[in-house]
């Protein structure tokens, strides 16, 4: 009976473990692509500017990066992330 016991928090934590997020069934349609901005580097960094890269990606979200800013390591396929270089314009567009 004892041994049982000693098992019940192991299989409690089991079942509480996080499964892996799944991407979307229509994750294609929602990829981003950065390659369709690229006409837009060179450009001022500013919240329109950048909203333009987004739909021009087809990205669902965006995120605007200076070079000293911080950013997270999480991949997101329909993710377009704007580089800016130090002057504030877009330096570089990439996915994730």
């Keep these: 009976m004892r041994l049982h016991l000693s098992l019940l928090p192991i ?12 991407p979307p069934a229509d994750a294609e349609a929602v990829a981003c692509n ?7 580097i060179g450009q001022r ?9 987004r739909k021009a990606a087809g990205a669902a979200s ?3 990066l200076k ?3 911080a ?7 329909d993710r377009l992330n704007v580089l ?4 504030g314009s877009i330096a570089r567009l990439s996915c994730g």
């Design 45 to 53: 960094g500013d919240a329109a500017t950048v909203e333009a890269a």
């Design 71 to 77: 950013a997270t390591m999480d991949y997101r396929h």
């Design 34 to 40: 950065a390659d369709a901005a690229k006409a837009l």
């Design 11 to 22: 299989l409690l934590l089991g079942a509480c473990a996080s499964q892996p997020a799944s």
């Design 84 to 87: 800016l270089d130090e002057a």
């Design 62 to 64: 965006v995120r605007a």
């Design 67 to 69: 070079p000293t800013d």
